[in-house]
């Protein structure tokens, strides 16, 4: 199962504010992705372990107190895996023998990354500005000979403007002194483990600031994407 706290329209509409908890999220499994209260940084969850990549790049284990407005986890399983020469452009095509367009999945990628490319955006304070906006000041980190781990999911595209359609995956090296949200990576020598197909469940927040959200149809999928690719 696949359990997601909040919409990226929710979030592309500003609302930052932290309505759950991680020992909350912790509650729905050991692996995952999302973002602190203010956008304040990548969150990454491996093993159990909750850590946030600030706006430096460096990564520290949160507490059970810390709060986010948006976050995807699960328990992962693997049930496809291979070792293989990849790159964030090929790597729909290089699991395409196992992955179904029409599901989501988690997925887990380790091993020494010839290249790897992130980002991490600074906390904000009310009144929050737009997420694009907030990306336009965001930290960029391009690393090499990095050893650590991917974490992240596929979703399909049709789920756009809930989540991320496509994949939408973060990094934490294993010194914890490198991560982020990726957009761009290369690995000769990447053991690849997928999830099976995850059914799917959603929990809204009840907070005023989620019911007040004003979400632009018109142009949700179009900015999802434009976030997604920011860096």
Excluded: C, W
Aim: net charge negative; aromatic share 12%; hydrophobic share 30%.
């Amino acid at each position: 199962m696949l359990y997601q706290y909040s919409t990226m329209a929710a979030l592309m509409g500003g609302a930052f504010s932290g309505t759950t908890t991680v020992k909350k999220l912790l509650e729905h499994g050991d692996f995952g992705i999302g973002t602190f209260e203010g956008v304040d940084g990548e969150m990454i969850i491996l093993n159990g372990e909750v850590y946030k990549t600030d706006s430096n790049g460096f990564s520290t284990l949160q507490p059970k107190e810390a709060t986010s407005p948006f976050s995807n986890v699960t328990k992962f399983s693997t049930n496809f895996k291979k070792v293989t020469t990849t790159s964030f452009e090929n790597l729909n095509n290089d699991i395409s023998e196992y992955l179904n367009p029409n599901y989501f999945y988690a997925i887990k990628i380790t091993g020494v990354f010839d290249k790897i490319d992130t980002r991490s955006p600074k906390k904000h304070e009310k009144p929050y500005p737009t997420l694009l906006e907030i990306l336009e000041t965001q930290s960029i980190f391009n690393y090499k000979n990095s050893k650590g781990t991917i974490v992240g999911f596929f979703s399909p595209e049709y789920t756009q403007g809930v989540g991320v359609g496509g994949f939408h995956l973060h990094y934490i090296s294993d010194d914890r002194t490198q991560g982020g949200h990726i957009f761009n990576f290369d690995i000769k020598d990447a053991t690849i483990e997928v999830s099976k197909p995850l059914n799917f469940t959603l929990e809204l927040p009840q907070s005023e600031e989620y019911k007040d959200v004003n979400i632009n149809l018109k142009t949700l999928h179009k900015e999802v994407h434009e976030a997604e690719s920011s860096r």
